[in-house]
């Protein structure tokens, strides 16, 4: 099995047959338990390619692409502090630090 990002920024996936997949998504099946372990790889049309029980077994190169788009994936900044939120009802806005900037919701 070889990973790499296309030119369009896509996951590929292509088996020792050389079929491949296009557009490729990582997902953690334990992602509390076992974060580091039991990775499925979900075609565009949501069916399971494989599922990688240990990516440290994969080669340096395999794991680093698998690892970047797990973490382009599970983009979730961090609130450092919130700096206001406005009025007592919903909706309301929060304006926040994130570990990414300054941004409001």
């Given amino acids: 099995m070889k990973l790499y990002v296309d ?15 296009i557009n ?10 076992q974060p580091d372990r039991w990775i499925s790889l979900i075609d565009s049309a949501g069916r399971e390619i494989v599922c990688i029980d240990d990516p440290a077994q994969l080669g340096q190169s395999q794991k680093n692409v698998l690892i970047g788009e797990l973490e382009r994936r599970e983009f979730v900044p961090i609130v450092k502090r919130i700096i206001s ?6 909706p309301c806005q929060w304006q926040v630090e994130t570990d990414r900037g300054l941004t409001s919701f």
């Fill in 7 to 21: 030119s369009q920024g896509q996951l590929i996936v292509q088996d020792s047959m050389g079929n491949q997949w």
């Fill in 24 to 33: 490729v998504r990582p997902v953690r099946l334990f992602p509390l338990s």
């Fill in 85 to 90: 939120v406005s009025g007592n009802s919903e």
